[in-house]
């Protein structure tokens, strides 16, 4: 099947800085890419919907202004963190569509702010 | 966006079939059933997607009866590896995950 990476696996940062995560389609294009946070023992939950070429749609009580996605060609979308605090701690997912309807998720990463 | 409800959780022995069972009563009509499993801190892995009756690869089966509101995820002779969550996803295009199913397989 179709493979999303991610980048870093694995961040630890101060609070009070901003933190970029890259997601990779590496063999398909994806004009919609999402993006999710899990924290531990929950489940995972949509924060935004990353759109090539367009502004993403963030989902209900996400703050655009702190989660800044880009997605500025069709196989890599960026999540910011800016300013991140320790409530920002969790377990970042992408995922991304190929050309059906079949949505591949990256491995994840890891944020820890200090 | 169809709201799942998946058991919370789930205990099996190496050897035995399982079946964990989706409800979708609001399904829309372009919707399909996809099936993940996660490993901790790891990105979901899809096993099985349907629309409606039954399909069948090498890992699983969903059986999905005609009405679409309910899905079933059949996992044939599990093994201690099998012991991951478990979601039922609902959906066109973005997908909304519920709680998922706890899987514990025991020896």
């Known amino acids: 099947g179709a493979v999303v990476s991610q980048h870093p696996s694995r961040v630890i940062c101060k609070s009070g800085t901003s933190v970029k995560i890259e997601c990779r389609s590496l063999d398909f294009q994806a004009t919609t890419m999402f993006w999710y946070r899990q924290f531990p023992k929950q489940s995972l939950m949509l924060m935004a919907t990353?759109?090539?070429?367009?502004?993403?749609?963030?989902e209900q009580g996400v703050e655009k202004d702190k989660f800044l996605i880009n997605h500025a060609s069709l196989t890599l979308s960026t999540l910011t963190v800016t300013s991140a605090h320790p409530e920002d701690s969790s377990f970042y997912i992408c995922?991304?569509?190929?050309?059906?309807?079949?949505?591949?998720f990256g491995p994840g990463t890891r944020l820890t702010v200090l | 966006l169809a709201k799942t409800t998946q058991p919370i959780s789930m205990d099996s022995y190496e050897g035995q079939e399982v079946n964990i069972t989706c409800s979708h009563n609001n399904i829309a009509t372009n919707d399909y059933i996809t099936w993940y499993q996660q490993f901790p801190s790891q990105g979901p892995r899809f096993i099985i997607q349907?629309?409606?009756t039954k399909v069948t690869n090498e890992v699983a089966s969903l059986f999905i009866p005609a009405d679409r509101k309910s899905s079933t995820l059949s996992l044939p002779r599990v093994s201690l590896s099998d012991t991951a969550v478990y979601y039922c996803l609902v959906g066109f295009n973005k997908f909304y995950f519920g709680s998922g199913t706890k899987l514990n397989v025991k020896p």
């Open positions: 990353s759109n090539e070429g367009s502004k993403a749609t963030y």
């Open positions: 349907g629309y409606k």
């Open positions: 995922s991304a569509h190929d050309a059906g309807n079949e949505q591949f």
